[in-house]
């Protein structure tokens, strides 16, 4: 038990939950300005794989994060484009986004790299103390930069959305386009710049995952879009619960990591692979019915 309380424990729990956070923060500030998005996968994807490669190509891993976030921050403007432009479905755009980003890096890595798998591995981020020590991991995790940016882009997000006239307008956006746009708002372009911000916000946490692994793997999102997406919703819509929420699933995670290197071998080391997605299950049937989602979601902005 020494081992689910420790500083190990701890440092797993961030590290973890930086990536499913940010897909979060980014989900709600797309869907408080009134866009459906579940294109948040797609997005990790994208900038995991962005970063990788400009980091591979530059020698530079600065210069990989920067582009991690472009290329996020630009397909989801694209998609708000397609939506709010095109009158393209929202639910079809963020699948085909999905789709695009898992067939497209796949087919990118064959191309660049002559592999379907992975990437060649990259030297990325590497501060703090060497060693597998609990006090070793956490100052690691709070000595990489992606880790830093990630965590005040989660913490920024409901401050700036509820105390800033920007905020405002994307929350008035999302409630009420009519009564917006008839008091002057732009409601498109309020909701293009909440995408480009979603876009950045969840990027970080494509970029966050990659440097962690040091390369890019096919697939590597694993799903954290749509689990954060989950998180978005179980929050009824709110930046600080849903990032509570990524927290929460984050030490499950880090849990089943601990139990399973405890139990090493045998069924019951399956099973504890299981916890995290039981506990999303659970939560997602008690909260079903209790979440009021922002009146104006995937309602047409007022030309």
Wanted: charged share 15%; hydrophobic share 55%.
């Amino acid at each position: 038990m020494s081992a689910v309380f420790s500083l190990t424990m701890v440092a797993e729990t961030l590290r973890i939950s930086a990536p499913y956070a940010c897909a979060a923060a980014g989900g709600v500030w797309a869907e408080r300005s009134g866009v459906i998005q579940i294109g948040l996968e797609g997005v990790l994807l994208t900038s995991a794989f962005t970063s990788v490669a400009v980091a591979h190509a530059t020698g530079s891993a600065a210069l990989g994060v920067v582009a991690g976030v472009i290329a996020g921050a630009a397909i989801s403007v694209g998609h708000g484009l397609l939506v709010e432009k095109a009158r393209v479905d929202a639910v079809v755009s963020g699948i085909a986004l999905n789709l695009s980003a898992m067939a497209g890096t796949r087919l990118a890595l064959r191309g660049l790299y002559g592999s379907a798998s992975n990437s060649p591995a990259i030297e990325g981020f590497r501060f703090g103390p060497t060693g597998s020590a609990g006090w070793s991991l956490l100052a690691r995790v709070f000595a990489d930069p992606v880790t830093l940016l990630a965590i005040a882009a989660v913490v920024a997000t409901p401050f700036v959305l509820a105390r800033t006239r920007l905020g405002l307008r994307v929350r008035a956006a999302g409630e009420n386009p009519v009564a917006a746009a008839a008091v002057g708002v732009d409601v498109t372009r309020v909701r293009l710049s909440a995408l480009a911000i979603s876009g950045a916000v969840c990027a970080l946490g494509g970029v966050h995952l990659a440097f962690d692994q040091h390369r890019f793997e096919s697939g590597m999102s694993n799903g954290r879009g749509f689990i954060a997406l989950a998180a978005v919703v179980v929050s009824g819509w709110r930046a600080g619960r849903a990032a509570m929420a990524c927290l929460a699933f984050g030490a499950l995670e880090a849990l089943q990591i601990v139990l399973q290197d405890q139990a090493r071998k045998g069924s019951l080391g399956d099973l504890v692979q299981l916890l995290p997605y039981v506990a999303t299950l659970l939560v997602l049937a008690f909260a079903a019915g209790r979440s009021a989602a922002p009146k104006g979601l995937g309602k047409p902005a007022e030309e």
